[in-house]
């Protein structure tokens, strides 16, 4: 599946969406590995399988297979984290923040890829798992490794779109399944 595939699956309220996701080869201001690294890692973040696999056929098409694997490296520990952190945050002041969180996280250390990359795609999980304090961390992380505010923004924006087809998706899947009212 593709990205194209996607959009031709979307119902017909979602016109926005499926112009949003017909953009996105045209994201300003990113590199292949950023913008798709970013788009496969907000899918995954998702869960959605239909959003997954386009993005998934998508990023093959512009990642090496190595990159791809960091890629889901980084959804799978962001996700952990952003449990994590969601919660020290949430919490509010309290003893947890200054806590050992014992988590292993050593993909964040060495990615195996360029670390701009990977905080950028760390930026896109953590919009979408809704962890303010990541997405504080990670933000300054990237701007001190010389992102503009522009591609913090446009990785964003691809994650935004991702979570956009997620639900889309899933609210059609979810209403194909209903019993018909005849």
């Given at each position: 599946?593709?990205?194209?595939?996607?959009?031709?699956?979307?119902?017909?309220?979602?016109?926005?969406?499926?112009?949003?996701?017909?953009?996105?080869?045209?994201?300003?201001?990113?590199?292949?590995?950023?913008?798709?690294?970013?788009?496969?890692?907000?899918?995954?973040?998702?869960?959605?399988?239909?959003?997954?696999?386009?993005?998934?056929?998508?990023?093959?098409?512009?990642?090496?297979?190595?990159?791809?694997?960091?890629?889901?490296?980084?959804?799978?520990?962001?996700?952990?984290?952003?449990?994590?952190?969601?919660?020290?945050?949430?919490?509010?002041?309290?003893?947890?923040g200054q806590?050992?969180?014992r988590l292993?996280?050593?993909?964040?250390?060495?990615?195996?890829?360029?670390?701009?990359?990977?905080?950028?795609?760390?930026?896109?999980?953590?919009?979408?798992?809704?962890?303010?304090?990541?997405?504080?961390?990670?933000?300054?992380?990237?701007?001190?490794?010389?992102?503009?505010?522009?591609?913090?923004?446009?990785?964003?924006?691809?994650?935004?779109?991702?979570?956009?087809?997620?639900?889309?998706?899933?609210?059609?899947?979810?209403?194909?399944?209903?019993?018909?009212?005849?």
């Open positions: 599946m593709s990205i194209e595939n996607l959009r031709a699956a979307l119902p017909g309220h979602a016109k926005d969406l499926r112009l949003n996701l017909g953009s996105l080869a045209a994201t300003p201001g990113l590199t292949p590995a950023q913008l798709w690294g970013a788009a496969y890692a907000s899918a995954l973040a998702t869960r959605e399988p239909g959003v997954i696999r386009a993005a998934a056929g998508e990023a093959a098409l512009h990642l090496d297979r190595p990159t791809l694997d960091a890629v889901e490296g980084c959804a799978m520990v962001l996700s952990m984290n952003n449990v994590y952190y969601r919660f020290v945050h949430l919490v509010g002041p309290s003893d947890y806590m050992p969180a292993r996280m050593n993909l964040l250390a060495s990615p195996g890829v360029d670390k701009l990359d990977f905080e950028l795609w760390s930026i896109a999980v953590s919009a979408v798992n809704g962890c303010g304090m990541c997405l504080a961390a990670h933000d300054a992380s990237v701007l001190k490794l010389g992102a503009s505010r522009e591609m913090v923004q446009n990785v964003v924006r691809v994650a935004a779109i991702m979570a956009s087809a997620a639900v889309a998706c899933a609210g059609r899947d979810a209403l194909a399944a209903l019993p018909s009212a005849a």
